[in-house]
C-alpha cells in the first residue's frame, strides 16, 4: 500500500463509492442521451450527423470527395473515431437526401455493406445546401478540443428527423421515429401554417404496405404492422417485390426457411434475384394452395412485421417523448423563425449597401474630393471630408428644415464611411453615371421594401418558402407504401400440415410420435385435438409428441375454435334410468385440458353411437333393442333430422326405455343447417361470414364460389373463410351449382367482335385456373354472370353518338359447349354496359362517360351482382 493512500496517523483512507456511483452514472447517461443517441428537435440530427454534415460543407467545391477524406475531416470535431463516423456517413448516404453518393455504398434492400471509405465518394445535395446551412445564423461552440467551432445546431428549415427516421438506444430510454415522405412532410408544414388538421403516416424506400390503424402519431405505446409485396406468378411461385420497413431479402429468405423447416409452410426452394428492384421467388410444393401460403407467410416469416414507434427527441437540452404532430409543429415554427432571421439579415445587408450608395453618390455628385487636394495630413483628410459631407446629409434623428434639399441618412454618418470613401478608386469617380447610381438605390429600396414587407408578413412567407421547396423536391418523392388495412390472420387456419396425427385408442394417447398405432389425418402442430371417450365425455387439448387424452376413446379429430358448422349425433345410456337418450350437438368452445360430460354424468352412462359431420348432416339409424326385452318393436329406425341441434350440456331426447344391443347407420342424410352467408373483402378478396364487404349471397353445403376474369379464366373455389380470392382483374364472383349456366359478354381478339356465350362448366376441379375464351392476347371477357335471366343494357358509338342497346342473355343465345366462340353480339366497340333491373327497366341508361369517347377507353361500372370493367 502507497503511503499516499494512508492517513497522517498511518490509517488507511476510506472512500465511500455511493455518491460517487450516482454521480458519474448520471453524468454518463446523460451524455449518451444528449450527445451520442438521440436526435435534437431543431435540426433533427444526432452530434456525429451534425459534424459529418458541417465537415461536408466546409469542403463544399461541388464535387466529390473521398469518404476517407470526409471522415478524416470529421474527426476534428468528434471524439469518438473514424468507424463511427463511417458507419452513420453511410447510413445518412443510403437514405439518400442529404448527401449525394457516387461508388459502392452497400443495399440497405440485401444487407449488402459500404465498399471501403477509400473507394466510395460523396458531397452534398442541393437540398441539404438549401435547407441546412447559413453560418450567419448557426450559434457555434468550441468542439471537443477546443481548437474548432462547431454548429451547436444546424439551421435546419424542414423537419428532418421526419423525414429521415431515427433510432436510438441510450441509458433508460431509446428512441425509434419512422421515416415519412417529403412532400406530405412540407404539404403538412404548409397545413400547420394555414392553422389546418392534417395527418402523417410512415413511408419507407422499401415500398410495401402498411396498416397505420393504431400509429397513435408515433408516441409510445403505438404500433404499425408493415408488410412485403407478395404477388402470384404462375400456379406454383410467388413473388416478392416490396420488402417491409426494416427486413432485408436475406433475413427475409432466412425466415422463410425457418418456417419451412418447422413446418410452418410448404415450399421447394426461394431463390433471391434482387437487382435493380427486389425480387425474392418462392416456388412452391406441388398441391399447395398460393393464397393460402402468402397468409402463412405473413403469419409465420418476416414478410409481416410489427413496429413500435417511440418518438423521443432532445428540446431544450432535455429529452421529451413527442407525437409526430409535435414534431412536425415545432418544427414548422422553428423553420419560421430561421427564415425571420435570414429576412433580418438581409435587410441590414440591403441597409448597409444603401448607406453607402447614397454616401458615394454624395462624394462623387458634389466632388467632395476636390477639398482633399491642399490636405497635407491623414488626419486633415478625415475632418474635411467630415466637414464637406455633413453639408448634404441629415443625421438620423435631426429635424429637417423648409426647402432643405439635403437625403436623409438611415445610420450615422461615421468615420468608418469616411474611411471607405477614400479607397474609391480614380477610376470609379472618372466614370460615375449619376442616372446608374439613382438606379441601384432606387433597386435597393425595393429590395428593403420587399423585405420589410416579407418580415411583417411572415406567415406567407414561410408557406411560399415550403411550396417553393416542394415543386423543386418534394414532386419526385411520391409515395412508395400504401396505406391500408389488414385483417388479422388465424395461424392455425394457415399453418400448413407440417406433423401426422396418431391415436391409441385403448390407452386413450394421441400425438405426432406415436406412429405405431392408429393414423388419423395429416395436421399442423398449433392444431388442438378432440377426442371423445366412451365414458361419455371428451377433451380437447393442443397437439404434440405424445399426449394422454383419456382411456377407451371413440372418436379423434382435430378440432376449430368456434366451429358450429361440425354437427355430432350421439346416442347415449344414461346409467341413472337405464334410458337410450338421443342428441345433437356442436362443440364450439372450450377450455384445454378439461373434462367435459355429454351423458347425465351417472355411473354406468357411457356412449352407444356417435359420429361426427362436417355440415351438419343428419342420418337414419336401426336401433336393435335387446331380444330379452319386453318391448313389441324390438328393431326400428331413427331419423336424427327429427330433433334439433341444441347445447352439448342437454340432456337430450329419449330414444328407447328398453336395453339395447346395437345401433347401425342405415342411410347419410342431408345437411339440416342453415346455409351460410357470405362476404368477401373487396380489398383483399378474403370470404367471411362477419359482413365485412360486399354480400355474395347464402352457400348450401355442395355451392361453391366461382370468380371469372377478364384476361377469360375462372376459377372455382371452396365455400371456406381461409379462402382468398385475386381481386386483381376480377369481373364477377358469386354463387355457383353444379347446373348453373354461365353466361360471358367476351371481345374475341381473333375476329375483332364482341360475343355472347351461355354454357355449363365441365369441370368441378377446385383452385385451377380455365380459360374459356380464345388464346389471342387481345381477348378479354367483359361481363360475366351466373344469375339467371339478367337483362343488359349497353350502348356503342355511331357517328359520335351513343346509340342503345338491351339484350336478355338466356334469350339471345341457348347453352352451347364451353368451347364455342357464342353469337357475334356487335362488330363495334362496346363502350358502356349494365344491369337492368325490373324497377328501372324504362330509365335512363346512366354512364361515368363524356360526349367524346374513343375507341380503346377503359370505362367501370357497377354491375350490380358482379363487377365489370369495359374496354
Same mark, same amino acid.
Given at each position: 500500500?502507497?503511503?499516499?493512500?494512508?492517513?497522517?496517523?498511518?490509517?488507511?483512507?476510506?472512500?465511500?463509492?455511493?455518491?460517487?456511483?450516482?454521480?458519474?452514472?448520471?453524468?454518463?447517461?446523460?451524455?449518451?442521451?444528449?450527445?451520442?443517441?438521440?436526435?435534437?428537435?431543431?435540426?433533427?440530427?444526432?452530434?456525429?450527423?451534425?459534424?459529418?454534415?458541417?465537415?461536408?460543407?466546409?469542403?463544399?467545391?461541388?464535387?466529390?470527395?473521398?469518404?476517407?477524406?470526409?471522415?478524416?475531416?470529421?474527426?476534428?470535431?468528434?471524439?469518438?473515431?473514424?468507424?463511427?463516423?463511417?458507419?452513420?456517413?453511410?447510413?445518412?448516404?443510403?437514405?439518400?437526401?442529404?448527401?449525394?453518393?457516387?461508388?459502392?455504398?452497400?443495399?440497405?434492400?440485401?444487407?449488402?455493406?459500404?465498399?471501403?471509405?477509400?473507394?466510395?465518394? $460523396?458531397?452534398?445535395?442541393?437540398?441539404?445546401?438549401?435547407?441546412?446551412?447559413?453560418?450567419?445564423?448557426?450559434?457555434?461552440?468550441?468542439?471537443?478540443?477546443?481548437?474548432?467551432?462547431?454548429?451547436?445546431?444546424?439551421?435546419?428549415?424542414?423537419?428532418?428527423?421526419?423525414?429521415?427516421?431515427?433510432?436510438?438506444?441510450?441509458?433508460?430510454?431509446?428512441?425509434?421515429?419512422?421515416?415519412?415522405?417529403?412532400?406530405?412532410?412540407?404539404?403538412?408544414?404548409?397545413?400547420?401554417?394555414?392553422?389546418?388538421?392534417?395527418?402523417?403516416?410512415?413511408?419507407?424506400?422499401?415500398?410495401?404496405?402498411?396498416?397505420?390503424?393504431?400509429?397513435?402519431?408515433?408516441?409510445?405505446?403505438?404500433?404499425?404492422?408493415?408488410?412485403?409485396?407478395?404477388?402470384?406468378?404462375?400456379?406454383?411461385?410467388? *413473388?416478392?417485390?416490396?420488402?417491409?420497413?426494416?427486413?432485408?431479402? $436475406?433475413?427475409?429468405?432466412?425466415?422463410?426457411?425457418?418456417?419451412?423447416? +418447422?413446418?410452418?409452410?410448404?415450399?421447394?426452394?426461394?431463390?433471391?434475384?434482387?437487382?435493380?428492384?427486389?425480387?425474392?421467388?418462392?416456388?412452391?410444393?406441388?398441391?399447395?394452395?398460393?393464397?393460402?401460403?402468402?397468409?402463412?407467410?405473413?403469419?409465420?416469416?418476416?414478410?409481416?412485421?410489427?413496429?413500435?414507434?417511440?418518438?423521443?427527441?432532445?428540446?431544450?437540452?432535455?429529452?421529451? /417523448?413527442?407525437?409526430?404532430?409535435?414534431?412536425?409543429?415545432?418544427?414548422?415554427?422553428?423553420?419560421?423563425?430561421?427564415?425571420?432571421?435570414?429576412?433580418?439579415?438581409?435587410?441590414?445587408?440591403?441597409?448597409?449597401?444603401?448607406?453607402?450608395?447614397?454616401?458615394?453618390?454624395?462624394?462623387?455628385?458634389?466632388?467632395?474630393?476636390?477639398?482633399?487636394?491642399?490636405?497635407?495630413?491623414?488626419?486633415?483628410?478625415?475632418?474635411?471630408?467630415?466637414?464637406?459631407?455633413?453639408?448634404?446629409?441629415?443625421?438620423?434623428?435631426?429635424?429637417?428644415?423648409?426647402?432643405?434639399?439635403?437625403?436623409?441618412?438611415?445610420?450615422?454618418?461615421?468615420?468608418?464611411?469616411?474611411?471607405?470613401?477614400?479607397?474609391? *478608386?480614380?477610376?470609379?469617380?472618372?466614370?460615375?453615371?449619376?442616372?446608374?447610381?439613382?438606379? %441601384?438605390?432606387?433597386?435597393?429600396?425595393?429590395?428593403?421594401?420587399?423585405?420589410?414587407?416579407?418580415?411583417?408578413?411572415?406567415?406567407?412567407?414561410?408557406?411560399?418558402?415550403?411550396?417553393?421547396?416542394?415543386?423543386?423536391?418534394?414532386?419526385?418523392?411520391?409515395?412508395?407504401?400504401?396505406?391500408?388495412?389488414?385483417?388479422?390472420?388465424?395461424?392455425?387456419?394457415?399453418?400448413?400440415?407440417?406433423?401426422?396425427?396418431?391415436?391409441?385408442?385403448?390407452?386413450?394417447?394421441?400425438?405426432?410420435?406415436?406412429?405405431?398405432?392408429?393414423?388419423?389425418?395429416?395436421?399442423?402442430?398449433?392444431?388442438?385435438? %378432440?377426442?371423445?371417450?366412451?365414458?361419455?365425455?371428451?377433451?380437447?387439448?393442443?397437439?404434440?409428441?405424445?399426449?394422454?387424452?383419456?382411456?377407451?376413446?371413440?372418436?379423434?379429430?382435430?378440432?376449430?375454435?368456434?366451429?358450429?358448422?361440425?354437427?355430432?349425433?350421439?346416442?347415449?345410456?344414461?346409467?341413472?334410468?337405464?334410458?337410450?337418450?338421443?342428441?345433437? /350437438?356442436?362443440?364450439?368452445?372450450?377450455?384445454?385440458?378439461?373434462?367435459?360430460?355429454?351423458?347425465?354424468?351417472?355411473?354406468?352412462?357411457?356412449?352407444?353411437?356417435?359420429?361426427?359431420?362436417?355440415?351438419?348432416?343428419?342420418?337414419?339409424?336401426?336401433?336393435?333393442?335387446?331380444?330379452?326385452?319386453?318391448?313389441?318393436?324390438?328393431?326400428?329406425?331413427?331419423?336424427?333430422?327429427? %330433433?334439433?341441434?341444441?347445447?352439448?350440456?342437454? +340432456?337430450?331426447?329419449?330414444?328407447?326405455?328398453?336395453?339395447?344391443?346395437? %345401433?347401425?347407420?342405415?342411410?347419410?342424410?342431408?345437411?339440416?343447417?342453415?346455409?351460410?352467408?357470405?362476404?368477401?373483402?373487396?380489398?383483399?378478396?378474403?370470404?367471411?361470414?362477419?359482413?365485412?364487404?360486399?354480400?355474395?349471397?347464402?352457400?348450401?353445403?355442395?355451392?361453391?364460389?366461382?370468380?371469372?376474369?377478364?384476361?377469360?379464366?375462372?376459377?372455382?373455389?371452396?365455400?371456406?373463410?381461409?379462402?382468398?380470392?385475386?381481386?386483381?382483374?376480377?369481373?364477377?364472383?358469386?354463387?355457383?351449382?353444379?347446373?348453373?349456366?354461365?353466361?360471358?359478354?367476351?371481345?374475341?381478339?381473333?375476329?375483332?367482335?364482341?360475343?355472347?356465350?351461355?354454357?355449363?362448366?365441365?369441370?368441378?376441379?377446385?383452385?385451377?385456373?380455365?380459360?374459356?375464351?380464345?388464346?389471342?392476347?387481345?381477348?378479354?371477357?367483359?361481363?360475366?354472370?351466373?344469375?339467371?335471366?339478367? *337483362?343488359?343494357?349497353?350502348?356503342?358509338?355511331?357517328?359520335?353518338?351513343?346509340?342503345?342497346?338491351?339484350?336478355?342473355?338466356?334469350?339471345?343465345?341457348?347453352?352451347?359447349?364451353?368451347?364455342?366462340?357464342?353469337?357475334?353480339?356487335?362488330?363495334?366497340?362496346?363502350?358502356?354496359? &349494365?344491369?337492368?333491373? &325490373?324497377?328501372?327497366?324504362?330509365?335512363?341508361?346512366?354512364?361515368?362517360?363524356?360526349?367524346?369517347?374513343?375507341?380503346?377507353?377503359?370505362?367501370?361500372?357497377?354491375?350490380?351482382?358482379?363487377?365489370?370493367?369495359?374496354?
Amino acid at each position: 500500500m502507497s503511503e499516499d493512500q494512508k492517513g497522517s496517523n498511518g490509517a488507511v483512507n476510506v472512500h465511500s463509492l455511493g455518491g460517487m456511483y450516482q454521480t458519474y452514472f448520471l453524468d454518463y447517461a446523460s451524455y449518451v442521451i444528449l450527445e451520442r443517441a438521440v436526435p435534437s428537435i431543431y435540426d433533427g440530427l444526432k452530434p456525429v450527423q451534425r459534424r459529418i454534415l458541417h465537415s461536408m460543407r466546409e469542403m463544399h467545391d461541388g464535387r466529390y470527395h473521398k469518404v476517407a477524406n470526409i471522415i478524416g475531416n470529421t474527426m476534428q470535431y468528434h471524439p469518438h473515431g473514424d468507424a463511427a463516423i463511417g458507419d452513420a456517413l453511410v447510413k445518412l448516404g443510403q437514405r439518400d437526401l442529404m448527401i449525394d453518393t457516387q461508388g459502392n455504398w452497400g443495399d440497405p434492400r440485401t444487407g449488402d455493406s459500404a465498399a471501403a471509405s477509400r473507394y466510395i465518394e $460523396a458531397r452534398l445535395t442541393p437540398f441539404a445546401l438549401d435547407v441546412a446551412f447559413n453560418k450567419d445564423i448557426t450559434d457555434w461552440q468550441m468542439s471537443y478540443d477546443g481548437r474548432k467551432n462547431e454548429p451547436i445546431h444546424l439551421p435546419m428549415k424542414f423537419p428532418l428527423v421526419l423525414a429521415q427516421g431515427v433510432e436510438g438506444i441510450a441509458v433508460g430510454l431509446s428512441t425509434k421515429i419512422l421515416p415519412h415522405n417529403l412532400g406530405e412532410l412540407i404539404k403538412a408544414s404548409i397545413k400547420v401554417l394555414e392553422d389546418k388538421k392534417f395527418v402523417l403516416y410512415p413511408d419507407f424506400d422499401t415500398g410495401g404496405s402498411i396498416d397505420v390503424s393504431d400509429y397513435k402519431n408515433g408516441k409510445r405505446g403505438g404500433k404499425v404492422i408493415a408488410r412485403a409485396k407478395i404477388i402470384r406468378d404462375g400456379k406454383n411461385q410467388l *413473388k416478392v417485390t416490396e420488402l417491409p420497413y426494416g427486413v432485408t431479402t $436475406a433475413s427475409l429468405i432466412d425466415s422463410i426457411v425457418k418456417a419451412n423447416d +418447422k413446418g410452418k409452410i410448404k415450399i421447394k426452394r426461394v431463390i433471391d434475384n434482387t437487382a435493380k428492384d427486389v425480387e425474392v421467388m418462392i416456388e412452391l410444393a406441388s398441391g399447395v394452395s398460393p393464397d393460402l401460403t402468402i397468409d402463412a407467410l405473413y403469419a409465420f416469416t418476416s414478410c409481416s412485421v410489427s413496429i413500435s414507434p417511440n418518438a423521443c427527441v432532445i428540446v431544450d437540452e432535455k429529452p421529451q /417523448f413527442l407525437a409526430v404532430n409535435d414534431i412536425l409543429r415545432i418544427s414548422t415554427f422553428h423553420t419560421k423563425d430561421l427564415l425571420g432571421k435570414e429576412l433580418e439579415i438581409q435587410l441590414g445587408e440591403i441597409e448597409g449597401k444603401w448607406h453607402f450608395a447614397s454616401l458615394e453618390k454624395i462624394f462623387i455628385q458634389n466632388r467632395v474630393y476636390h477639398e482633399i487636394e491642399e490636405c497635407e495630413t491623414w488626419e486633415a483628410v478625415i475632418k474635411t471630408i467630415d466637414k464637406e459631407m455633413r453639408k448634404y446629409v441629415l443625421e438620423p434623428g435631426q429635424r429637417v428644415k423648409s426647402k432643405d434639399s439635403r437625403l436623409r441618412l438611415r445610420h450615422p454618418f461615421t468615420e468608418e464611411d469616411i474611411i471607405r470613401l477614400t479607397e474609391i *478608386k480614380i477610376k470609379r469617380i472618372s466614370k460615375f453615371n449619376s442616372f446608374k447610381a439613382d438606379e %441601384i438605390i432606387s433597386q435597393l429600396e425595393e429590395e428593403r421594401a420587399q423585405v420589410q414587407h416579407d418580415l411583417k408578413h411572415l406567415t406567407e412567407y414561410t408557406i411560399r418558402f415550403y411550396e417553393d421547396l416542394y415543386e423543386k423536391y418534394g414532386v419526385k418523392h411520391v409515395r412508395r407504401t400504401e396505406i391500408t388495412s389488414f385483417e388479422s390472420i388465424d395461424v392455425v387456419q394457415v399453418a400448413a400440415n407440417n406433423v401426422k396425427l396418431y391415436a391409441n385408442y385403448k390407452d386413450g394417447f394421441i400425438g405426432w410420435g406415436i406412429r405405431k398405432d392408429d393414423f388419423i389425418r395429416e395436421c399442423s402442430d398449433l392444431d388442438d385435438i %378432440i377426442a371423445f371417450k366412451k365414458d361419455g365425455t371428451f377433451r380437447v387439448s393442443r397437439i404434440d409428441e405424445k399426449v394422454f387424452m383419456g382411456k377407451s376413446m371413440l372418436h379423434v379429430d382435430v378440432w376449430k375454435k368456434g366451429d358450429d358448422r361440425t354437427t355430432y349425433n350421439l346416442v347415449y345410456l344414461d346409467g341413472k334410468t337405464g334410458r337410450a337418450m338421443v342428441k345433437r /350437438f356442436n362443440v364450439s368452445a372450450v377450455t384445454r385440458e378439461r373434462d367435459y360430460e355429454l351423458t347425465t354424468g351417472a355411473n354406468g352412462s357411457k356412449i352407444l353411437y356417435l359420429t361426427a359431420n362436417p355440415n351438419g348432416e343428419s342420418e337414419t339409424i336401426r336401433v336393435q333393442l335387446s331380444p330379452s326385452c319386453r318391448a313389441k318393436k324390438k328393431i326400428f329406425d331413427f331419423d336424427f333430422a327429427s %330433433i334439433d341441434v341444441k347445447g352439448r350440456g342437454s +340432456k337430450g331426447n329419449i330414444l328407447t326405455r328398453y336395453p339395447v344391443r346395437k %345401433i347401425v347407420q342405415v342411410e347419410q342424410g342431408q345437411s339440416t343447417l342453415k346455409a351460410i352467408k357470405i362476404w368477401i373483402d373487396e380489398v383483399s378478396g378474403r370470404l367471411n361470414g362477419d359482413e365485412r364487404g360486399r354480400f355474395l349471397g347464402e352457400f348450401d353445403a355442395e355451392d361453391s364460389i366461382i370468380a371469372v376474369y377478364s384476361n377469360g379464366n375462372y376459377i372455382l373455389h371452396a365455400v371456406d373463410p381461409t379462402t382468398k380470392i385475386d381481386t386483381d382483374q376480377l369481373v364477377y364472383v358469386g354463387r355457383y351449382t353444379p347446373d348453373t349456366p354461365l353466361g360471358v359478354i367476351h371481345y374475341d381478339g381473333h375476329k375483332g367482335w364482341t360475343m355472347v356465350k351461355r354454357f355449363v362448366l365441365e369441370t368441378s376441379t377446385l383452385n385451377e385456373p380455365f380459360l374459356i375464351i380464345s388464346d389471342h392476347p387481345k381477348s378479354k371477357i367483359l361481363f360475366a354472370t351466373a344469375e339467371p335471366e339478367v *337483362k343488359l343494357r349497353y350502348f356503342v358509338m355511331s357517328k359520335k353518338k351513343k346509340v342503345y342497346h338491351e339484350i336478355e342473355l338466356d334469350q339471345f343465345i341457348d347453352l352451347k359447349g364451353w368451347k364455342a366462340l357464342g353469337n357475334k353480339l356487335t362488330e363495334k366497340v362496346i363502350k358502356g354496359i &349494365e344491369v337492368i333491373e &325490373e324497377s328501372e327497366s324504362n330509365e335512363s341508361f346512366s354512364d361515368s362517360n363524356d360526349e367524346n369517347l374513343k375507341a380503346g377507353d377503359t370505362v367501370e361500372f357497377n354491375l350490380g351482382n358482379g363487377q365489370g370493367k369495359l374496354l
